[in-house]
């Protein structure tokens, strides 16, 4: 897979305006009531992983879910990063 230029990746976040440029990732943060929720909806972000079998980075705070999607091995955001940024929007929106 090969990177997206920026203007590629500008113009695909386009459906998924929630998720922000960052670097070599993509991110969107998502809040919740209390950790509970926000580890109910991890446990979700893993189902979409794992059957995409590309898995984001996470940070978990007491109500908040940062997601970070990025393609290592290509070494910046690709085509599969937005695929799996709008599989997580459809658990959220």
């Keep these: 897979m090969e990177v997206l230029s920026k203007e590629d990746l500008k113009r695909l976040l386009k459906r998924t305006p ?8 993509i991110i969107r943060t ?5 950790f509970t929720e926000a580890v109910d909806f991890l ?3 893993a ?11 996470v940070d978990i705070r007491y ?3 940062i997601l970070m999607l990025t393609t290592h091995d290509a070494g910046g955001v690709t085509e599969a990063d937005v695929e799996v940024a709008k599989r997580l ?5």
């Excluded at 998502?30 to 209390?34: I, R």
């Design 18 to 25: 929630e998720w922000e440029i960052d670097g070599k990732k």
């Design 30 to 34: 998502v809040e919740f009531d209390g």
């Design 43 to 45: 446990n979700e972000v």
């Design 47 to 57: 189902e979409v992983a794992e059957d995409e079998g590309h898995h984001p980075d």
């Design 63 to 65: 109500g908040k879910v």
């Design 89 to 93: 929007d459809n658990l959220i929106d």
